[in-house]
């Protein structure tokens, strides 16, 4: 728009028709249009124009309107987006007045950076509370890295060291899980190992999956792949294991959890230590033992339930565990010949000083082979976690069994059973173990030769007060410990005197 366009869009609004109004109160204003001959002009209104040229300069000038009505005023000319008019009414009130093409025209630059730091600087404070929290937890950990609670995103320095083969396993597990802490490593550095795993031989499958022995830096671990339907177990064990203070030499070692992309498929990893006897289920089809060999599984196995069933009250306590589904399958034997137990996907876990009992969300039930009287019949009490412990007690009742079958005895020993052999179906269902359990009331069969021996006798005691009809009538985990301990003394003793 040339400077004779400003001057006659000025000119016309000054003469605008509207000037025989009715009669208001005259204000002084400035003037800077050609028509005025001062300075200032005295109007009904002073006005400002502002108009945007096509080369983006903008022309402004100042006047006064002969009429009091508004009409012209905050708008733009007759549709025009570059011409914009504000008026005032107030001596020289034009002198400095901003229109609104001054406010919401400034160009794009102006939107654009408005709306980056509309976004982006929220983002940016985001991040850096998350840094700050970040920082401030690996600093806790280094301080207290003894304690239970090692914070999930690890320490950078170490996990450097992990990834170029400065630590073994047993240097993570001591630098993270010392006595009294997590039974877990950080998280980073779970991820990190589970990465580094490299798969070597299939040893074991079942409904759960696949059990591989893996290789990391030259050692072996154990790979747990859990099927695609299974995955509330995996959940489980790992929520288990990365909460719980649970590391014990008779609880199958932890050593990461991942959620990992293999062959264009989704897998679940659970990586724990590995032993090649494999599984006591395993272990007892091809090794028998005498009855001193017999009473150290037995211990090892109630040693690890003891661990699980008790809570250790205090600021870094650990809440009662029990396991539902203990059988020989998920017992491990480990090359001193005691044994640890493995596979919690089913665990209850109940804190009475936290006032909580969490059942977990697994549809999947435990062994039907080694159920309760109570869980065939429905009876069992759910509400209450001592019925869950109770369950416990009956199936290591029934291993118990299973390893004494396989212990010498005046040089006979009796070929591998599973309990209930000779009674049901090589895969039961619920209703063949219900009849024989609940309605008939069977047992296992105790051999008579069992009671020349002082340790089988003690032990066979020890299994009928497992299988109760009544669950408050059965053993705790915590008297058999005391009993086979005591027991396993006087052997030692008789051993010493000879």
């Given at each position: ?294 009473l150290q599984l037995a211990v090892s196995i109630i040693c690890g339930l003891v661990h699980l ?7 870094q306590g650990k809440p009662a565990i029990a396991h539902r589904d203990l059988k020989s399958r ?149 008297r058999i410990k005391k009993t086979l301990n005591k027991l396993k003394s006087s052997m030692d ?6």
């Open positions: 728009m040339s400077q004779k366009d400003i001057w006659l869009f000025s000119l016309a609004v000054l003469t605008s028709p509207f000037s025989s109004a009715t009669v208001a109160t005259e204000w002084t204003c400035v003037c800077d249009v050609p028509s005025c001959k001062e300075e200032t002009c005295v109007g009904k209104k002073c006005f400002v124009t502002e108009i945007v040229e096509s080369d983006g300069h903008r022309r402004r000038t100042r006047g006064c309107f002969n009429t009091n009505v508004m009409e012209h005023c905050s708008s733009r000319v007759n549709g025009n987006m570059n011409v914009v008019v504000e008026c005032c009414a107030s001596d020289f009130c034009n002198k400095n007045l901003t229109t609104h093409l001054s406010v919401e025209e400034k160009g794009p630059d102006a939107s654009v950076t408005s709306l980056v730091l509309m976004t982006v600087l929220p983002s940016l404070l985001i991040l850096l509370l998350l840094f700050t929290i970040l920082f401030w937890k690996v600093r806790q950990c280094n301080r207290k890295r003894s304690l239970a609670r090692v914070n999930d995103f690890g320490d950078t320095e170490f996990l450097k060291a992990s990834i170029v083969g400065d630590s073994t396993l047993g240097d993570l597990l001591d630098e993270y899980c010392t006595t009294g802490s997590g039974s877990g490593l950080p998280f980073l550095v779970q991820r990190t190992v589970a990465r580094q795993i490299t798969l070597v031989e299939c040893v074991g499958k079942g409904r759960f999956g696949e059990v591989w022995r893996g290789m990391w830096q030259g050692e072996n671990v154990a790979v747990k792949i859990f099927s695609s339907r299974d995955e509330q177990s995996w959940f489980r064990e790992t929520e288990i294991y990365n909460t719980v203070l649970l590391r014990h030499e008779n609880i199958l070692g932890f050593i990461a959890s991942d959620m990992t992309s293999r062959n264009s498929s989704t897998q679940l990893w659970l990586i724990t230590h590995y032993h090649n006897s494999g599984s006591l289920y395993d272990y007892l089809q091809s090794t028998t033992m005498d009855s001193e060999g017999c069933h008790v809570e250790i009250y205090g600021t998920n017992i491990l034997v480990k090359e001193n010949k005691q044994c640890c137990i493995a596979d919690l996907g089913l665990a209850v876990i109940h804190s009475q000083s936290g006032d909580y009992l969490d059942i977990g969300n697994n549809p999947r039930v435990g062994t039907k082979r080694y159920m309760a009287p109570e869980v065939l019949d429905e009876t069992i009490r759910t509400d209450s976690f001592e019925s869950y412990k109770q369950t416990d007690i009956w199936a290591y009742g029934l291993v118990l069994w299973e390893i004494s079958r396989r212990t010498i005895i005046n040089g006979m020993v009796e070929d591998y059973r599973t309990p209930f052999f000779d009674v049901v179906p090589h895969d039961p269902s619920f209703e063949d173990m219900k009849k024989v359990v609940c309605i008939d009331q069977q047992r296992p069969n105790i051999p008579n030769t069992w009671c020349s021996d002082n340790i089988l006798s003690a032990l066979a005691k020890i299994m009928r007060e497992c299988w109760y009809p009544s669950p408050s009538a059965r053993l705790t985990a915590l003793q008789t051993k010493q005197e000879c």
